[in-house]
């Protein structure tokens, strides 16, 4: 095999691109230790690893934890009262205005009165005829008696025979009978009198309760009977908002009533109750449980409850949905995490924690009840874990991490609830 070796003229001929291949390999070698040694002494300033992730942490929190319920409710009057008349007649008159407070008492409509004057003035005329047919018994009956009183001495004088003296008896009798006939057809007369007042004052439809009156059903002219809904009478102020829960719900609701020196199940409850309306605004009254329906349904395992809310000008209206919330009970010493922190896998929660060897590990969680921002962590983590709450898309078991420890609320401001459930 034959080796060439290069002569002094093939080197001499060369010898520029030697040293620019030379020069190139220099300049790398200067590059790259002057990129590792700006990696190292960002690496010290940062107190970040080589190789690994930049990420922020939040501590494991633990705290007493107040546990709130939260439902939709559906606003309806304390009193909701159809107002129907109680006699039949012709519409002559309405006295109110649609949707206007009335006071109990107020006449709301006016039935036509003058069929009901007549049999008012009839009746009377019926018992003014009946004590006069009193008075005549009364009078037959005196006689018969004084009639009873002359022959009786004379009878057993034998001065008459005693056939006179039986017919005094029965005559007095008779008269008796009269007055007590007349007498109940004096209170019969009388009773229809009653009656006949009554139906003329009905024929003034008024307000049993005060409320707000709503729309009138019927107009002026029509003929109406007691069937006919005339219109609504809600009282508002206070006003009920009705809500179900749960049977577990009902459990927990019955706890904290108790914790708030109150018994639920009796129907005597402080629980102090908050309602958030549709806009979001908080009602500034708070409101009390005013009853308990007496079963569950069975068919969707909730049952009824109705709180109170005081609701002074009438703000609130039936029909307006609302959300209702109540301290259920107290949980001590609740391990807290950010729901951001929380991410979900195939039905599993788990969280990102930065070991003390600073590398990611992955931990199962149960997660109990929201409580604002946060999850309350029944199994899985302990007090004071760091656990990530940022680039958590990018973490794996393992993976090198340089934790960085800021506040919660920070972690909100700063991060995305991507992943959170």
């Known amino acids: 095999m034959t080796h060439f070796l290069p002569t002094a003229a093939h080197t001499k001929k060369n010898l520029p691109s030697i040293l620019a291949a030379l020069t190139s390999a220099a300049l790398i070698v200067v590059m790259t230790v002057a990129i590792t040694g700006c990696t190292e002494s960002e690496a010290k300033t940062t107190g970040t690893a080589p190789g690994s992730m930049p990420v922020s942490v939040v501590k494991v929190r633990q705290a007493n934890v107040p546990l ?24 002559v008159r309405q006295n109110y205005r649609e949707g206007s407070p ?31 047919q009193l008075a005549q018994a009364e009078a ?11 022959d009786t001495p004379l009878a057993q004088a034998r001065a008459i025979a005693q056939s006179q003296l039986d017919n005094d008896k029965q005559q007095a009798e008779q008269a008796d009978a009269s007055v007590q006939a007349a007498e109940a ?37 029509n003929l109406v009977s007691p069937q006919s809904v005339l219109t609504s009478v809600s009282q508002l102020d206070p006003i009920k908002v009705y809500f179900s829960i749960s049977d577990s719900e009902y459990l927990a609701l019955i706890d904290g009533a108790r914790q708030a020196g109150g018994d639920l199940v009796s129907g005597h409850s402080d629980l102090p109750m908050t309602l958030t309306l549709a806009d979001g605004r908080v009602w500034s009254h708070k ?31 039936p029909g ?11 949980r001590d010493n609740a391990l807290l995490v950010p729901q951001m922190a929380v991410q979900e896998l195939q039905g599993t929660e788990q969280v990102y924690v930065a ?49 960085h420890e800021i506040s919660e609320e920070a972690a909100i401001q700063t991060s995305s609830p991507t992943g959170a459930r």
Not at 103 to 128: G, M, N, S, W, Y
Not at 320 to 330: K, L, P, S
């Open 68 to 91: 709130t319920g939260n439902w939709v409710g559906t606003l309806d009057g304390f009193i909701n009262a159809q107002i129907q008349p109680q006699v039949s007649g012709y519409l």
């Open 102 to 132: 009335v006071a109990k008492d107020q006449v709301l409509f006016q039935i036509d009165p003058r069929p009901f004057q007549a049999a008012v003035d009839q009746a009377e005329a019926q018992v003014k005829q009946a004590k006069g």
């Open 140 to 150: 037959q009956q005196g006689l018969a008696q004084i009639n009873l009183k002359r």
């Open 185 to 221: 057809a004096v209170s019969a007369a009388e009773a229809a009198l009653t009656t006949a007042k009554l139906n003329l004052g009905f024929t003034q439809v008024r307000s049993l309760v005060n409320g707000v009156a709503g729309q009138a059903t019927t107009q002026v002219g």
């Open 287 to 317: 409101g009390r449980i005013a009853f308990v329906d007496r079963q569950i349904n069975q068919q969707t395992g909730a049952i009824r409850i109705a709180a109170s809310f005081p609701n002074p000008g009438n703000v609130l209206r």
């Open 320 to 330: 307006q949905f609302g959300r209702v919330t109540a301290e259920t009970e107290i």
């Open 355 to 403: 070991g003390s060897d600073n590398r990611v590990h992955v931990v199962n969680v149960k997660l109990g009840a929201q409580v604002g921002n946060d999850w309350i962590i029944s199994e899985g983590l302990k007090p004071d874990q760091r656990v990530i709450t940022s680039n958590v898309q990018k973490l794996r078991e393992g993976v090198p991490v340089s934790p």
